[in-house]
């Protein structure tokens, strides 16, 4: 039995029950814009313990965690659930420059990427309330 498969039993996420029907990737909003991506396929491969292969081609980085396929599943099968562990999974074994510049990023700025001129001046045209320094917030919050 593969790693995926333990860590998915230990969470009671039972991938048996799926039947194939395909309503989690017709439901899928990802799948809509994007024909490459596959909730039903990305399962499908976990059955085949295709794990290595879904974590090398990167399409598991797509999903939203929007649950509407886990809403249309007629099994409640928890795919996103299982997707947050493929991506765990990658993270330890082939992260993607994007998303390691996203965690250093949150450790050193509090935020996933720095909040610049441009974004302050498109935050003011929409309304919205100034971004302090993530170190100015935090002595506010606690000054509250
Ligand atoms: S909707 Fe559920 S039962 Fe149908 S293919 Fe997807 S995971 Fe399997
Ligand atoms: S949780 Fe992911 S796989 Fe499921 S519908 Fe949303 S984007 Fe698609």
């Given at each position: 039995m593969s790693y995926l498969n333990v860590e998915v039993l230990k969470q009671g996420i039972?991938?048996?029950?799926?039947?194939?029907?395909?309503a989690c990737s017709a439901s899928c909003p990802v799948r809509r814009v994007n024909?490459?991506?596959n909730p039903r396929r990305i399962l499908h491969a976990l059955f085949l313990g295709l794990e290595k292969d879904l974590i090398e081609e990167?399409?598991?980085?797509?999903?939203?965690?929007?649950y509407t396929c886990q809403e249309a599943c007629p099994q409640k099968i928890k795919i996103p659930d299982i997707i947050v562990i493929l991506k765990n999974l990658a993270y330890k074994a082939l992260p993607p420059q994007g998303i390691r510049m996203q965690r250093e990023n949150l450790n050193r700025y509090g935020r996933v990427y720095p909040i610049d001129e441009f974004d302050l001046q498109k935050r003011k045209k929409a309304g919205l309330p100034e971004l302090l320094p993530v170190s100015l917030q935090a002595k506010r919050l606690m000054e509250a």
């Open positions: 039972n991938t048996s029950n799926c039947f194939e029907c395909g024909s490459g991506f990167g399409a598991i980085w797509l999903c939203a965690h929007c």
